[in-house]
């Protein structure tokens, strides 16, 4: 069972509708041509090649840019916005979260959710009976971690597993917790 962050997701900025994607981060500038090095949230890259242009925001504004080139040097992905030609302009977006269209973000492999489809799900037991809601998917040491808002009004984080969880079915708004003791204080 696996996720797309959205951080390919809206954990950042909580306003951001589910039509759109938060693919990753712009890092410091490189080279003297105002790329900038990208921090993709999913860790892939070939969905980049597809944005002409994207939202950057941060906490300060938000603006939309034109890409104006995608390069690589090794595995690291590079952009370079319209209006954006050296680097003391470039390290002006450092730490803006890059946004996009859903249809723009890293591609699903089966068992893979993006974690703005999981959020708002309805935890349920195995009779169906709904013991409260997914608020958020954090990342936790051992990996994603479901944040689990109780009826009772308590939070719970649980392991985003196959052990824990059952079926994911967001066309109904539901997950299955298959162990609900790990609900128990």
């Known amino acids: 069972m696996g996720t797309k962050n959205r951080q390919e997701l809206s954990g950042q900025f909580p306003g951001i509708p589910k039509t759109l994607f938060s693919l990753g981060l712009v890092g410091p500038p490189f080279g003297i041509r105002g790329f900038v090095k990208i921090k ?10 597809l944005l002409d242009k994207v939202t950057l925001r941060s906490s300060e504004k938000e603006e939309t840019r034109e890409v ?7 595995k690291t992905l590079l952009m370079r916005f319209a209006g954006i030609e050296n680097p003391e302009t470039a390290i ?11 249809e723009y973000a890293a591609p699903l492999k089966e068992g893979e959710f993006y974690v703005e489809d999981l959020k708002g799900l309805e935890v349920v037991n195995s009779e169906g009976e709904v013991l409260g809601h997914i608020a958020n998917i954090v990342e936790g040491g051992g990996g994603n971690l479901a944040e689990i808002l109780l009826l009772s009004g308590g939070i719970r984080l649980v392991p985003f597993r196959n052990e824990f969880f059952g079926d994911v079915d967001i066309q109904s708004g539901k997950i299955i917790l298959n162990e609900t003791w790990i609900l128990d204080q």
């Open 40 to 49: 993709s949230f999913s860790g892939e890259t070939d969905h980049f090649s």
């Open 68 to 74: 104006a080139e995608i390069a690589f040097s090794g």
């Open 92 to 102: 002006l977006l450092k730490g803006a979260e890059i946004i996009a269209a859903r």
